[in-house]
Structures are given as structure tokens and as C-alpha cells.
């Protein structure tokens, strides 16, 4: 009863700041409200929100098949960085602006960030599930292997922790839907990476609540002992579910940096700055539920877009304020609302035929 109160008195509160605000701006165009709003119902503030979304959302639904496997893998920022850096590297390599086999060599640096961030996810498996780590020590270790790790190799191949510019993918556009009014520059002329996104979360959601894999990885976090009981092996859930967040990691890193960035930042956080642990926070706040994380990736990269075009717009909005947001938002969840609940055996090791 009274976390259904508090959940309405959130609701209510935020529907009624949210409509202060609009009529504030409507009003007054030339207060904080009106340049919010405008800038807010800006074109180019919705397609940078969908592009700056893709690591969060990507990185997200992957934490929750490990996490609902009872792996928790903090070590989500890691992927993102090494599977960007990989993908940014690769196509270098290859040759940006040419192609191999009828495919763009983008391409080809996509599939190489996937494979990256998947063999970083087997390593981090093998540690966790074969050797009975700390989850949580082996995740800060995967994270600070990629932080180092990337540009290490970017000063061996570019002199310098940041690498050259390989370009971005094309927008994709399709006739006549493109023109339609709102959706069609959202949905219809837009990167490839957006279409992965949107993609990747309804096979997430198909995947883990459709299927027996879905339900097999939930036992697996929930009650492993059942789950062995019944003759599934326990191991080769969690090693998948775990894998799987490598390869959702590594089409968001990859299709961050072939699809917003066209190089890779490797001094201080990284050009990732942050987002996969902001991803943690996304999965956190939807409770699990890969719909929802997506929904969750479009607010706080709505936030991070505004907070670009406030700065481009000659207003000084702290970049670090922003960032907190996700984290006040589940820490406000959390105490409010109470809907997020871990995994029973989330962090737990367990050894088939145990009691």
C-alpha cells in the first residue's frame, strides 16, 4: 500500500513539474523554461537522444541476461570501451570508405568490436563461473584492463591515446516513410546503429521472456539449485547469459563509435564516459525488464542531448551534474518505490550437485 502511494505521488509529481513547465515555456519563450522547451522539442535534440542512447540501451540489456543468471558484470563499461576501440582500430586497419566481400569495412570493424567485447565476456566468465571470483573485483578488473589496454595500443599504432578518424556510418533512409512528419527522421532516416537498438531490445525481450532459455537464465539467478534439479546445467546457463551481454556490449560500443563518433577519445574515461555504468543504473531502474531499459537509455541520454545543445547554445550546463541523474534516479526508486529487486543468487558461485 504505501509503495503504491509513493509511486503515485512520484508519477504526480513529475506529470505536474512536467506540465509547469511546458506552460512556463509556452509563456515565457525567453526564460529557462522556453529555451528548455525549444531546444527540448528540437529535431536534432531527438535524433541525437536515439544515437547517444545506443551504448546505454545496448549495454543495459546485456547486464540484465548476466545479472538474471546470478553473474553480476559491472565490468560492462569494459566491453563498451574495448569493443569501440576494437571496431574503430579494425576498420583503420582495414581501410575506411572501402569494403571487402560487398561489405563495408564499417562493417567488418562492427563485427571485430562484437567479437572483442565477447572474448572480454568469456574471460570474465571463465574467471567468475570456473575459478569462483568475486564477481564484483573481476568486473573493476575487466574495466580497468580495457581502460588501459585501449590506449596502450592507440599510442603503439597512432603515437597518441586517441586514434585517427575513420568516418561514420550513412544514415539509413527509407523513401516516403522518411517524410512522414515526427517519426519519419526518427525511425526512417537514420544509422544503422538505431535499427540494432530497437532491434536488439525486442529480441532481448522475446528471448528472455518468451523462451526456455528466458526462464532457464531467470531459475539460474533466482534458485540455481532447482534449475540443476530439473537437469539444466546451471554452468552453461550463466556462461551464455554472460557471453550474450558481451555480444549486446559489443554492438553498443561498436555501434557507438562506427555510428556517433568515427574515432575513439582514449584519455581519461574514455570517449564512453561513464555509459556503462549508467547502463547499470538504466537495467536497475527498469527492474530487469529489457523494454524498459531501453525507455530508461532515451531519459538519461534525452538529458546528456539537451545538455550538448544547452552548451552549444552558449549556456554552461555541468557535464557532471548530468551524469548523476541516472543514479539519483534509482537511488529515488529504490527508497520510494522498492520495485527493483536483485536476483536471490545474484554474486553467488554454485557447484552442481550442491546442498
Known amino acids: ?134 564477481q564484483i573485483i573481476a568486473g573493476l578488473a575487466v574495466w580497468l584492463i580495457a581502460l588501459g589496454l585501449a590506449p596502450f595500443v592507440s599510442r603503439i599504432v597512432f603515437d597518441s591515446p586517441n586514434t585517427g578518424n575513420v568516418g561514420t556510418f550513412d544514415n539509413v533512409t527509407i523513401p516516403l516513410l522518411s517524410e512522414l512528419p515526427f517519426v519519419g527522421y526518427l525511425l526512417f532516416d537514420t544509422p544503422p546503429q538505431v535499427y540494432l537498438m530497437l532491434g536488439s531490445a525486442a529480441a532481448g525481450w522475446y528471448l528472455l521472456t518468451q523462451t526456455s532459455f528466458g526462464r532457464w537464465v531467470i531459475a539460474s539467478g533466482e534458485n540455481p539449485k532447482a534449475l540443476d534439479t530439473a537437469g539444466v546445467d546451471v554452468r552453461k546457463v550463466r556462461y551464455t547469459a554472460v557471453l550474450l551481454s558481451g555480444v549486446f556490449a559489443g554492438l553498443g560500443g561498436a555501434g557507438f563509435a562506427l555510428g556517433q563518433l568515427g574515432t575513439f577519445a582514449g584519455g581519461g574515461e574514455t570517449d564512453i564516459q561513464g555509459r556503462g555504468f549508467i547502463a547499470i543504473a538504466t537495467y536497475l531502474f527498469a527492474n530487469y525488464h529489457p523494454l524498459g531499459a531501453l525507455g530508461g537509455s532515451f531519459l538519461f541520454a534525452g538529458l546528456d542531448a539537451l545538455q550538448i545543445r544547452l552548451q552549444a547554445a552558449g549556456y554552461a550546463v555541468p557535464t557532471e551534474l548530468i551524469r548523476t541523474i541516472p543514479y539519483v534516479t534509482v537511488i529515488v526508486v529504490l527508497v520510494f518505490v522498492g520495485r527493483t529487486t536483485l536476483p536471490d543468487a545474484a554474486g553467488e558461485n554454485y557447484e552442481s550437485g550442491e546442498d
Open 1 to 134: 500500500m504505501i509503495d503504491r502511494l509513493s509511486r503515485r505521488m512520484i508519477i504526480t509529481g513529475a506529470g505536474a513539474l512536467a506540465v509547469v513547465w511546458i506552460v512556463a515555456g509556452f509563456l515565457f519563450p525567453d526564460s529557462w523554461a522556453g529555451v528548455l522547451l525549444g531546444i527540448a522539442a528540437s529535431p536534432s535534440t531527438h535524433t541525437a537522444t536515439l544515437r547517444l542512447a545506443v551504448p546505454i540501451a545496448l549495454a543495459a540489456i546485456g547486464g540484465i541476461f548476466a545479472e538474471k543468471s546470478g553473474v553480476i558484470n559491472i565490468g560492462i563499461e569494459g566491453l563498451l570501451i574495448v569493443s569501440a576501440f576494437s571496431a574503430i582500430i579494425v576498420t583503420f586497419w582495414l581501410g575506411s570508405g572501402e569494403s571487402t566481400l560487398a561489405l563495408s569495412h564499417h562493417w567488418w570493424g562492427l563485427f571485430a568490436g562484437v567479437v572483442a567485447s565477447t572474448l572480454f565476456a568469456l574471460l570474465f566468465a571463465v574467471v567468475c563461473i570456473e575459478f569462483k571470483a568475486d
